[in-house]
């Protein structure tokens, strides 16, 4: 400062010498001291602000230095405000949470708020059992800083075990089975003496069960026995017993109030003790799935595990004395005689069938083998449980059965149509020969209206065996009751009344809406019929989900969406004993000449071909449900619901051309060639398909082949196929009394028409006639 002091002086001078005026060497000097000040003035300003960020410390550092994977660290300020945290407090706290204000559960907040106290005080504080979610935290706060005036937050999680949860856990799982084959008992009891958990081998030991659910709560003193000499005994095991020794684990040595894990073993008394190895015997035999007991030499029982109980069918606390008081009284004597025989003879086995007493008589197997070094035990007795096996044979017979009579019923039907189609015909064409008036015409109706009635009961049948021929529609089961009703309200009569209910949410199922409409109409005329004084008559539908299928427990529903149908009643009910034949044709109830006993097989076959099941409950006196599941219809695409085709319109029965006629049955094929050529057309005719090819090679031309399906030799599809060969575009006609559709499968040809059996000779005309269309719009178009 000195030196530009001088400095200035000596300019001032020089400028004064120069100039000789004072007043500009004044000016420069006011100047000059200006410019000094100011620089003088700036250099502090500088230094100041130098020295004011060296004094505030660098958080980006400090965060950086407090990150760790293990302990979640805040730093806050005298004010209470957050100045810095890492990331682990911010994943523990849900954010940076500024302390003590954390989602802590319970009392949290109030600790950690004392423990900052503590620590603005003594330079300290501590919180322990903190919880934040799952999480278990203790905290430890510290005073801190140049002037002490910040807390560090330290929050560290606390490894949590749950002995009494674990053991909960192990006790029924492979940890307690595998204690269990080594002879431990362990059983968890709570400060009240009373069972919470225990491992299998003690559930059997002490109650004779392996399912904990039953017995929990429990308290377990009444389930041992002290004798005289102190020695511990399972009280169920009564004389017989193996003492134990037991060993009290308490969970918690300072606290009374904890439960207590007691593990027990057999104790060994020596090679005299006969019982030990009889127990284990027993310990093991209840694990087994087979029903095994042991008898000593007087023919007594020792023991039967649980699947010899229930495969003998004994109640609680029946247990019989002697092996003969399960069996029948005429199986008495050969099985004690084989249990004797055994007994003292050498270890081996034998069978012997016998009916148990108290089921339905049918023999079951036994199996009785002579044991050895068992204590007491000297014949070990094996019986299968045979219910279930006897259930699923009985509904296997059933189901042959009823496969058996549909195909029976079927192969029936088609030949009865034939004999049907032929005397159809030969009234069809007598009553062209004849007009209402002459003597024979009312003879001629009343055959060919028996020939109709014997035509529907060859189409039941069809039905039952699931061969006729169906027309399914994508239909609403609401709409088809809706166009049944107001027949139904005349079939019942006026002293029944009908209910109907539809629930919501149905789906759309695929189905013969005119097969449906005769359900509904079968079961509600026996529904009327089992009502003879009035009654109701209720119709349901409502959805029912897989999951709802699954609950119902069915063997033969598979889970999927259905759309149900109720038809229920509250008459007389059907009997036990009739209620599993009700499907069978032919069988019925009614009197004699009042039904045909194929109104519900009938009913049957159409739900079985339309994908679906029918089950029927009932109660003698309380009336009978049929329930109906119809798989709901699913498409790749939303497909509408449509509705019926219209009608087509009806074809002429005249015509012209050639046709090529294949029939093995005479009479058809007589009748049929008598009504083509009436018709206007060129028959040709041929017993088989062999001929027929023969016949096609011969012809000049052919406008039409009308053949059978199934005939001897050669059937139709063959011969079509090998004449489509030389002509694609032949039109084809096929009969049958098969179902159409079991016929396409098998068929598999294109652009084919189909009339079923039996038809009158204008049904044969109008198809014959429309097969001839199809055949010339298919050449427009092709």
Not at 393 to 416: C, E, N, P, T
Not at 678 to 706: C, H, N, P, W
Request: charged content about 20%; proline content about 5%.
């Amino acid at each position: 400062m000195g030196l530009l002091g001088g400095l200035a002086l000596l300019s001032v001078g020089l400028l004064f010498w120069a100039t000789r005026d004072m007043v500009i060497a004044a000016g420069f000097l006011a100047g000059l001291a200006v410019a000094v000040g100011g620089v003088l003035l700036a250099r502090r300003l500088f230094s100041a602000s130098v020295a004011g960020e060296a004094a505030l410390p660098d958080w980006t550092m400090l965060r950086q230095a407090v990150n760790h994977d293990d302990v979640a660290i805040a730093v806050t300020d005298r004010a209470g405000r957050m100045v810095c945290a890492n990331d682990l407090f911010a994943t523990w706290m849900g954010g940076f949470v500024t302390p003590p204000g954390l989602p802590l559960e319970g009392r949290g907040a109030e600790t950690l708020k004392n423990a900052g106290r503590a620590a603005w005080r003594d330079g300290e504080g501590r919180a322990d059992g903190l919880v934040v979610g799952p999480l278990h935290l203790n905290a430890q706060v510290t005073r801190t800083g140049q002037a002490e005036d910040y807390l560090v937050w330290r929050f560290a999680a606390v490894e949590r075990l749950d002995l009494v949860s674990e053991i909960l856990r192990h006790l029924g799982g492979p940890a307690g089975r595998t204690l269990g084959q080594a002879g431990v008992m362990v059983a968890l009891v709570s400060a009240e003496g009373r069972l919470r958990a225990a491992n299998q081998a003690f559930l059997l030991r002490a109650l004779g069960e392996d399912d904990a659910r039953h017995y929990n709560g429990r308290d377990v003193a009444p389930m041992l026995r002290i004798d005289d000499g102190g020695a511990l005994y399972f009280a169920r095991e009564g004389e017989r017993a193996t003492p134990l020794r037991m060993l009290q684990i308490p969970l918690a040595p300072a606290d009374s109030n904890t439960p207590v894990l007691l593990a027990m073993l057999d104790e060994e008394i020596g090679p005299a003790d006969r019982g030990t190895a009889q127990a284990y015997v027993e310990t093991l035999l209840s694990l087994l799935p087979f029903g095994l007991a042991l008898v000593d030499r007087d023919g007594r029982f020792l023991y039967m595990n649980r699947a010899f109980v229930r495969a003998a069918s004994l109640g609680d606390g029946k247990m019989p004395r002697y092996p003969g008081d399960i069996v029948v009284g005429e199986d008495k004597g050969p099985l004690a005689d084989m249990i004797r025989r055994h007994s003292s003879g050498q270890q081996v086995g034998g069978d012997l069938s016998i009916r148990l007493a108290g089921q339905s008589g049918e023999p079951v197997s036994m199996r009785v083998v002579g044991v050895r070094g068992l204590g007491e035990a000297a014949v070990l007795l094996s019986l299968k449980d045979s219910s279930e096996e006897s259930r699923l044979k009985r509904q296997v017979a059933q189901a042959s059965k009823m496969q058996a009579v549909g195909q029976l019923a079927g192969g029936v039907a088609h030949d009865f149509n034939n004999i049907l189609t032929a005397i159809l015909g030969a009234c069809d064409l007598m009553l062209m020969r004849h007009t209402p008036g002459d003597s024979d015409y009312d003879d001629i109706q009343q055959i060919r209206s028996n020939a109709n009635r014997a035509a529907s009961l060859t189409r039941q049948l069809l039905a039952f065996s699931r061969q006729q021929t169906l027309r399914p529609q994508i239909l609403q089961l609401p709409d088809v009751i809706s166009e049944v009703s107001h027949l139904l309200k005349r079939l019942i009569g006026e002293t029944v009344t009908l209910s109907v209910h539809h629930g919501r949410g149905l789906g759309a199922v695929r189905a013969d809406p005119g097969q449906l409409e005769q359900v509904i109409m079968n079961l509600a005329v026996n529904a009327r019929d089992a009502m003879p004084g009035g009654g109701t008559l209720t119709i349901e539908t409502y959805p029912v989900s897989a999951a709802d299928v699954r609950q119902m427990g069915n063997e033969f529903m598979p889970a999927a969406d259905y759309c149900a149908l109720k038809v229920s009643d509250t008459g007389t009910g059907i009997a036990p004993d009739v209620l599993p034949k009700i499907f069978e044709p032919f069988f019925t109830t009614k009197d004699v000449g009042k039904g045909t006993g194929l109104g519900l097989s009938t009913v049957y076959g159409i739900i079985k071909q339309s994908a679906g099941f029918i089950f029927a409950d009932s109660q003698p006196g309380q009336g009978t449900s049929f329930t109906i599941y119809l798989p709901v219809h699913r498409s790749g695409s939303d497909t509408p619901v449509v509705a019926a085709p219209p009608p087509k319109p009806k074809k002429s029965q005249w015509g012209s051309g050639t046709i090529l006629l294949v029939e093995d049955e005479d009479m058809v094929r007589a009748v049929a060639e008598r009504a083509l050529t009436r018709a206007g057309y060129t028959v040709v005719t041929a017993s088989q398909g062999e001929e027929g090819l023969e016949r096609f090679a011969q012809m000049d031309k052919v406008d039409l082949i009308i053949s059978d399906v199934v005939m001897p030799t050669m059937d139709g599809p063959a011969m079509v196929r090998a004449l489509r060969a030389k002509r694609p575009d032949l039109p084809v006609l096929f009969m049958s009394g098969y179902a159409e559709e079991q016929l396409r499968q098998s068929i598999n040809i294109d652009d084919v028409a189909f009339l079923p059996k039996p038809f009158s000779v204008a049904q044969l005309a109008e198809a014959t006639s429309a097969a001839l269309d199809d055949a010339v719009h298919r050449a427009k178009n092709g």
